[in-house]
C-alpha cells in the first residue's frame, strides 16, 4: 500500500476521498445537486400525501362488507391491510422527509465551511 492510496482503496469500495497527504484525488461536494434532490425528495412526497390522503378517504367504505360472518372476517383482514398501508406510507413519508432536511443542512453546512474558509484566508492574507 502506497502512502498517496486512499483510505476507500484500501477498503476495496471504489470510491476515493480526499488523500491526507493532499496529492490524492480531490473531494468535491456539489450543493446544487443537494438541493435539488431535496427539492425532488419533498416534491415526492406530495403526491405521497395525496395517495395517502385517497386510501385514508376509502377507509370507511371497507367496513360495508360487514353484516355476515365471511365478510366480518374479510372486513376485518381489510381494515388491518388499511391501517398497515397507512402506517408505511406514514414512514416512508417520515423517511423522505428527514432526508431532504438532512440534504438540505449538509448543503448550508458546506456553504457556511467554505464561506469559514475564504474568510480566513483573506484575513491571513491581509495579515
Known amino acids: 500500500m502506497s502512502a498517496n492510496q486512499t483510505s476507500a482503496d484500501r477498503t476495496g469500495t471504489g470510491q476515493t476521498s480526499a488523500d491526507q497527504t493532499g496529492t490524492g ?10 438541493r435539488s434532490v431535496a427539492a425532488r425528495l419533498r416534491t415526492g ?17 371497507i367496513s360495508s362488507l360487514a353484516g355476515w360472518p365471511t365478510g366480518d372476517a374479510f372486513s376485518g383482514n ?20 428527514a432526508a431532504a432536511a438532512n440534504l438540505s443542512d ?14 480566513a484566508v483573506r484575513a491571513v492574507a491581509a495579515s
Open 25 to 34: 484525488p480531490a473531494l468535491a461536494v456539489h450543493r446544487d445537486v443537494l
Open 45 to 61: 412526497l406530495t403526491a405521497l400525501d395525496a395517495a395517502v390522503t385517497r386510501v385514508q378517504a376509502a377507509g370507511p367504505g
Open 78 to 97: 381489510l381494515a388491518r391491510a388499511h391501517q398497515g398501508c397507512l402506517a408505511a406510507a406514514r414512514q416512508v413519508a417520515d423517511a423522505h422527509q
Open 106 to 119: 449538509s448543503a448550508a453546512t458546506y456553504d457556511a465551511a467554505e464561506s469559514d474558509s475564504t474568510r
